[in-house]
């Protein structure tokens, strides 16, 4: 058996201060708060995919990983959070399935952004893009750290370090605290693991004012040294002074995880033109009131009947331009009509078939299901057959031998009572004899005193 510990990406400040983020005109500020935006993405859906934390240490690490050779502008800090939780919980032995992991980064962003809580739907194609950038950025984050994927936390050498130090208990609690939130800084990659937990016990001390032996050190048995000690500390209490990471839109390809299902699917609807059955016929003449006989006659004082004949030349002036405007209107709709249809054919038919064929599908799909459930009964129906079957043949070998028993008994009984009839018609006989010769006797006596 070969065990292999690979533990060796570790970056220099000079290659850190040289990132490709940095070379893409993302400043040191923004890049920061990326980092630890995904950090808390990583923790947060860790904890609703109920994984252990050994699980999110290791997301993490990879996701600090990724940033060091790859770009914030180029790969967007959500899509990158999930992969990295995907990939941490099958190297953590914690499989979590694809469609898991996408509704809790879709209900997080939805929470984050104060949108609606909407299930994400599994059938749409924004489910289908969503999977498969999800493993397309599994296969960047495996070949950008060349299959080796081994990480070594500090929190194993947490327990040790302060059981050899016999500190209070309460310490182990604020160290393992600390570690955690070291995760979100850059010192996973920039200290070895044994430098970050004595780091992390260091600070744990100080805040709750314990003592720990200085002469000699106690961090050069532990292999650390005091530089880097102090690093650590620095790193945190700059992390703790820090407001709350919100995410920052710097990823040219950036697509959420929130984008309605309608986007993704219906093609854009032609704009209605004018003349088409979409919209009414444009009034131009609105805006400029004309002068109607009935207001003329009415400001120049004229009689009832006056005004009656000027009422009626009104209505037919109106129907006749009512019919004028009813035959333009359908004039202008036959000849615009082929047009319209022209532009807009293609989309309604590309998506009518698109319908058509989901429809198809899913048919496809409720009838293999019903053909499954009919199967199932049968099989059901074949097993309880058996099983009535078999009981009955029990049932019939039970009453046989209860009548083979009854018929034993009784020929027993019969026996018995046999047995003792002839009993009984001996002892008669015994008697009858008894009486007989007794009788004979006297008879005897009798002739002879005679």
Sequence with gaps: ???????????????????????????????????????????????????????????QVLFHRFYCKKSFARFDVKRVAASCVWLASKLEESPRRARHVLIVFHRME??????????????????????????????HLLKEMGFICHVEH????ISNYLATLETPPELTQEAWNLANDSLRTTLCVRFRSEVVACGVVYAAARRFQVTLPENPPWWKVFDADKSGIDEVCRVLAHLYSLPKAQYIPVCKDGVSFTTSNKSWDSPSQPV???????????????????????????????????????????????????????SMFIGGEAREEPVSKSKSEYRTEASGERNKERERERDR??????????????????????????????????????????????????????GGHSEKL?????????????????????????
């Design 1 to 59: 058996m070969i065990y292999t510990a690979i533990d060796t990406f570790y970056l220099t400040d000079e290659q850190l201060q040289n990132s490709p983020s940095r070379k893409d005109g993302i400043d040191e500020a923004t890049e920061t708060t990326l980092r630890i935006y995904g950090c808390d993405l990583i923790q947060e859906s860790g904890i609703l995919l109920r994984l252990p934390q050994a699980v999110m240490a290791t997301g």
């Design 110 to 139: 939805c929470r984050r952004e104060n949108l609606s809580m909407q299930h994400l739907d599994t059938f749409p194609k924004k489910y289908a893009e969503l999977k498969t950038d999800l493993n397309r950025t599994e296969r």
């Design 154 to 157: 500090p929190h194993k050498f």
């Design 272 to 326: 209605p033109k004018e003349g088409s059955l979409s919209g009414p016929p444009a009034n131009n003449d609105t805006s400029t009131p004309k002068a109607t006989p009935t207001t003329a006659i009415l400001e120049s004082g004229g009689s009832k009947g006056a005004i009656i004949k000027a009422a009626l030349d009104k209505l037919k002036e109106s129907k006749k331009s009512g019919d004028d405007s009813e």
């Design 365 to 418: 799909e409720r009838e293999k299901e019903r053909d499954r459930e009919k199967e199932r009964l049968k099989v059901r129906d074949r097993d309880r057959g058996r099983d009535s079957d078999r009981e009955r043949e029990r049932d019939d070998t039970e009453r046989d031998r209860d009548k083979s028993k009854d018929r034993t008994h009784r020929s027993k009984d019969k026996g018995k009572d046999s």
């Design 426 to 450: 001996k002892h008669h006989s015994s008697r009858d004899r008894d009486y007989h010769g007794s009788s004979y006797s006297r008879e005897k006596d009798r002739h002879r005193h005679h």
